[in-house]
């Protein structure tokens, strides 16, 4: 118990430290009372020698850092949040206020999923993916959406956007690579290794379409460009 709750506060994520911190603190206390009891069990027995002593301390020690340490993981979160200091590249920042008061309340945001949780948080949208991978809906839909990403045909990337009522999809040059490797594909087989210029196998892919060669694209309009970050619009769908 005790080594699962330090588990889970010093090697998570923020996201899943904030979730569990008010847990895994209990359950550390508890840990830690399991092992005092032990060794006042000890000391019910006879007189507490040294040794005990400075077990107690150096447990107490540990438990207080371990629990200062989750505290302050999730105040500094929580407020960076609140107070909209987290860094991001000027580009991404201007990218996730065009969401926020340039498309519909009710949009529907494609992305990749790492960048989920800061759609929803600073631009206030739904996203279609995020890093909650723990739950199979999502993994799947994102090798679903690596597979069209990587795929030839503008068709399957407007059906993907159809099937999930997405509205807006958001896209930059780290994608390129993320999709490959979510599909176990050799990154270099299809783009040249300084990425932003395409080798002639991978200028046909949605994804190059989308980060490169918009005018390549029918069913998508691009509406936002800043530095590496593209936003386009579903036509026919809501604003």
């Not at 889970?8 to 009372?33: E, K």
């Not at 000890?42 to 505290?71: C, P, Q, S, T, Y």
């Not at 999730?74 to 407020?79: D, I, K, N, V």
């Amino acid at each position: 118990l005790l080594l699962m709750s330090i588990s889970l506060t010093l090697l998570v994520t923020y996201r899943m430290a904030l979730m569990t911190v008010p847990f895994s603190s209990i359950a550390i206390i508890l840990g830690f009372q399991t092992l005092l009891n032990a060794y006042g069990g000890r000391a019910a027995h006879g007189a507490e020698n040294r040794k005990d002593r400075i077990r107690k301390v150096i447990l107490f020690g540990i438990l207080a850092v371990i629990l200062l340490h989750g505290v302050m993981d999730s105040s500094c979160l929580m407020f960076s949040v609140r107070k909209g200091k987290a860094r991001f590249s000027p580009p991404f920042k201007k990218a996730l206020a065009f969401l926020r008061t340039d498309t519909s309340p009710a949009s529907v945001i494609w992305a990749n999923a790492y960048r989920g949780y800061l759609i929803q948080t600073y631009s206030n949208r739904a996203t279609l993916t995020d890093a909650l991978l723990e739950i199979p809906e999502i993994r799947r839909r994102i090798i679903e959406g690596s597979h069209v990403l990587l795929s030839d045909r503008e068709a399957d990337l407007l059906n993907y956007c159809t099937r999930y009522n997405v509205n807006y999809i958001l896209v930059s040059s780290p994608d390129l690579r993320d999709s490959a490797n979510y599909l176990g594909i050799d990154y270099y087989g299809y783009f040249t290794k300084k990425g932003k210029y395409l080798s002639r196998s991978g200028r046909s892919k949605n994804i190059i379409k989308l980060l490169y060669r918009p005018q390549m694209l029918r069913g998508l309009e691009l509406v936002f460009k800043d530095g590496d970050y593209s936003i386009y619009h579903v036509v026919g769908t809501r604003r």
